[in-house]
């Protein structure tokens, strides 16, 4: 394709993602820069069905001046990626000096709600995402071989994880493992323990949401896999089997290495999809115990006070930075891959 | 397919003339949209409400068990998503750090005739909210549970973990107490209410210096934790409206829940067995302290500085309508503890009583507050699943608040 040409296929797409992605990043990170004007606190009385009597409250006059002189609030520099909700580098340092072995540092460290976070987001990730590769290729594998007149069913039946709103799909998994709901009975009753509940401890939910995450996210790489299968020349197929191979030297020899990009592909998308991990959090009220780097800009932005934009501009940018590091090796692996074949 | 166009504009135009009904309240126009809590109490009050608008106005209500959380962004928005909001005396002081509510002399000037002076929330001599009903939270429990392992009803917390326990060993139920224990606001809520009833104090006076850990505070949290020990294991998902599934269903005999709850547990649906077994009792004391371990609320509504004036009148008076509406109040007389001229409470309202004679504290409406309360809702967790201790925890609750105080320009 001439440059030109390739120019202006482009450009639409090219400026969409610039207006729609790139300055919202910008201007989160020039909100993460700022905090809060000061607030102007004054004494006054306040009478309720209670009574009377003197309280602080917030004095609107002075504090809207403030505001409208600082529109985008006080400049903190990098001060709010530094503080303990963020990266806590006082707290680390502190950490370090007084902790007397890599246990209790590592204790200390994993109690400050980013690295908190963090350990969840990337738990989750790492044990959501292979399972996913091979579960998604061993059901595409399986459906490939079944009869055409059952082929729509089942893949129906396969993708209605994916179908249903993360949400949704979380609560209903939620009630259902309620100790009185269909799942948590049953395991209550499997393992001959009446007090069993997944609710419970947190090792339990990380568990429950590490299967969610596999059964939501599984219907994804079958789809994929099942259209790459699609697209297996039949040629080496036939010649092995003349040859002899046997069914499973079939798929290892021929059918995996053709599919290996596919597989680059997928974990490059379910890594990013799970780094963001939120609604299953929400859905099985699971806040307490797991929280997620989209878990704490949601909580930022949904608090009980006015809405911590610097926070939340903090940790999305920590969080762009993340997927970033988390996606390098499989890029480079792309890159080096795409230069070879040229 | 001519025809069905029609018929469909037809309806359109039919249910345009309806519309132009007739308001008790004198609402002719404009547009009420109002944000609220989801419990039944609410539900009958906004009945009220929008029977009050008639069919002059768009009348819509949300119900949100979020609401605290919406708020500031629905009403920083100009023109506001919603024209007025139902506030307490904990959500008021949110909006009004941002001056997201108006305030109501004129109206109340001009229609509120018929107020009760208690109904009026005057701060710095300006009326920013009206209070319709009063609220706290108290312990209710099953009767008979108790009278047949011969248990005297509970007037401390020890007294409730010693009759929990009794309970338990009876192997009448597994987990015989239940509280809201809900990571978030509730649980925040529970610590509030025990570390008061300890007679602590959450702010070095006259500043927006956090000072919870402390020996009263461990002990808040020692005492929350053995509560815990007698609910479901569940606890940490539980809010107020699932503990009162968990009651109706038998599960529970001993729990601390509002006492507006009235307006669903002791209704016609559900049970009837537990619901005539059900009694409300005071609230607890804790430690050896004098006062009920509880807060007192006020429940009013606030109309949002961001919506015309057109709008505001209509809201107001809507809502003025339902909050002087006597009928209403002596209708449901066990819903809450009504604020309204003429009502006369009805046999629930005893514990709410009970709690402010006895010196119990209204939630505090400081401008910071609400940052400790969301500190608190995350921070307690680990402590309650037994991996943290508890001044460690109290002091994560205050280096949290440390840095959201610091990052809202408090500190």
């Known amino acids: 394709m001439p440059h030109k040409t390739f120019f202006w296929f482009f450009f639409p797409s090219g400026l969409a993602m610039l207006l729609f992605i790139g300055l919202p990043i910008i201007s989160s990170f020039f909100q993460s820069l700022h905090i809060e004007p000061e607030q102007i606190l004054m004494e006054v009385e306040k009478c309720d069905p209670f009574g009377c009597k003197t309280e602080t409250k917030v004095d609107i006059e002075a504090t809207t001046k403030l505001q409208e002189e600082q529109p985008l609030g006080r400049f903190n520099g990098l001060g709010t990626y530094g503080d303990r909700n963020h990266l806590a580098f006082e707290e680390i340092k502190e950490a370090w000096s007084n902790s007397s072995s890599i246990g209790e540092f590592t204790d200390i460290l994993l109690n400050l709600p980013f690295y908190k976070a963090l350990l969840f987001t990337l738990t989750f990730c790492f044990a959501v995402t292979p399972p996913v590769v091979i579960l998604g290729f061993i059901v595409a594998l399986s459906i490939n071989t079944i009869t055409k007149s059952l082929k729509g069913p089942t ?7 994916m179908i249903v709103t993360p949400l949704i799909g979380s609560l209903v998994l939620f009630w259902m493992i309620d100790a009185k709901g269909i799942l948590g009975a049953t395991i209550q009753y499997l393992f001959d323990d009446p007090n069993l509940s997944l609710k419970s401890s947190s090792q339990l939910t990380w568990i429950t949401l590490i299967i969610y995450g596999i059964w939501h996210n599984t219907p994804f790489a079958f789809v994929v896999f099942y259209a790459a299968l699609q697209t297996v020349p039949q040629d080496p197929i036939e010649a092995a089997i003349i040859d002899g191979a046997s069914r499973y030297d079939r798929v290892r020899h021929i059918v995996i290495p053709h599919l290996y990009p596919v597989a680059t592909f997928i974990i490059l998308i379910c890594l990013m999809d799970n780094f963001r991990v939120l609604e299953p959090i929400i859905g099985f009220a699971a806040e307490g115990v797991a929280q997620s780097l989209s878990w704490m800009i949601y909580n930022d932005l949904r608090s009980e006070n006015k809405m911590l934009f610097g926070s939340a501009g ?6 762009i930075i993340g997927v970033a590091f988390l996606l390098t090796p499989v890029l480079i692996r792309t890159w080096r891959e795409f230069r070879t074949e040229r | 397919m001519k025809k069905l166009l029609i018929a469909l504009l037809f309806s359109f135009v039919s249910t345009g003339a309806y519309a132009d009904g007739h308001s008790p309240c004198g609402v002719t126009d404009g547009s009420i949209k109002i944000l609220a809590n989801e419990f039944t109490t609410y539900r009958i009050f906004m009945d009220e ?11 819509s209500v949300t119900h949100s068990v ?7 962004a629905a009403l ?15 959500s008021i002081t949110t909006l009004m750090n941002d001056n997201l509510i108006r305030p109501l002399d004129d109206l109340v000037a001009k229609y509120g005739s018929a107020l009760q002076d208690n109904q009026k929330i005057v701060i710095d001599g300006k009326i920013y909210a009206i209070a319709f009903m009063a609220n706290a939270q108290h312990l209710w429990y099953r009767e008979s549970i108790l009278n047949d392992l011969g248990i005297a009803v509970p007037s401390t917390y020890e007294e409730v973990i010693a009759a929990a326990e009794k309970i338990k060993a009876s192997g009448k139920m597994a987990n015989p107490y239940a509280g809201a224990f809900k990571s978030g606001w509730n649980l925040g809520q529970e610590f509030v209410n025990m570390y008061l009833g300890h007679g602590g104090d959450f702010f070095k006076a006259g500043t927006a210096e956090v000072s919870v850990n402390n020996d009263k505070g461990v002990a808040a949290l020692n005492m929350l934790k053995r509560l815990t020990e007698v609910s ?14 968990e009651w109706e269903s038998g599960n529970v005999a001993l729990m601390h829940v509002w006492n507006s709850g009235a307006a669903s547990l002791l209704d016609d649906e559900g049970d009837q067995m537990i619901k005539a077994d059900t009694r409300l009792a005071n609230s607890p004391t804790v430690g050896g302290g004098s006062k009920p371990a509880t807060t007192l609320w006020w429940d009013g509504f606030g109309i949002a500085t961001n919506t015309s004036d057109a709008n505001a009148e209509a809201s107001f008076r809507a809502l003025l309508g339902a909050a002087t509406s006597t009928e209403m109040a002596n209708a449901n007389p066990n819903a809450t503890i009504w604020l309204i001229d003429g009502y006369t409470p009805g046999d629930t309202a005893g514990p709410v009583v009970d709690a402010a004679n006895r010196g119990a504290t209204p939630y ?3 401008p910071y507050m ?3 309360h969301g500190a608190l809702s995350t921070e307690l967790v680990e402590f309650l699943q037994g991996n943290e201790s508890a001044e460690k925890a109290l002091a994560d609750v205050e280096a949290a608040y440390v840095a959201k105080a610091t990052e809202q320009g408090f500190l």
Not at chain 1, 314 to 319: D, E, F, G, Y
Not at chain 2, 66 to 72: E, I
Not at chain 2, 76 to 90: D, Q, R
């Open chain 1, 155 to 161: 893949i129906f039946g396969v993708i209605l994880p």
């Open chain 1, 314 to 319: 903090a940790t999305s940018m920590l969080t």
């Open chain 2, 49 to 59: 409400v929008k029977s009050c608008a008639g069919d002059g106005a768009d009348f």
């Open chain 2, 66 to 72: 979020d609401h605290n959380k919406l708020q500031v």
């Open chain 2, 76 to 90: 920083s928005a100009n023109p506001a998503e919603f024209s007025a909001k139902l506030v307490t005396n904990g």
């Open chain 2, 232 to 245: 479901n294991p569940d606890f940490l998902t539980q809010d107020t409206n699932a503990v009162k599934e």
């Open chain 2, 364 to 366: 505090p409406s400081l």
């Open chain 2, 370 to 372: 609400a940052l400790l």
